[in-house]
């Protein structure tokens, strides 16, 4: 099973829904960079959001 990552502007590399921080706004859900607050993609944010360390 593959898994996806982001690579932030601010260096860091999410992995896993912990990573990100879940920004409510409006009526679509967005996510930013844990570390840093930009945001990332949604396409990226949704898949990461479904990964889990195990
Ligand atoms: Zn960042």
């Known amino acids: 099973m ?3 990552t982001y690579q932030c502007q601010c260096g860091a590399t999410l ?3 912990q990573d990100l921080t879940p ?3 409006g009526t679509s859900r967005s996510w930013t960079c844990g570390d840093c607050g930009l945001p990332v993609p949604g396409v990226v944010a ?9």
Do not use: A, I, N, V
């Not at 949704?46 to 195990?54: G, V």
């Open 46 to 54: 949704e898949k990461l959001s479904h990964q889990h360390p195990s």
């Open 15 to 17: 992995r896993f829904r």
């Open 2 to 4: 593959s898994r996806t």
């Open 23 to 25: 920004e409510r706004g």
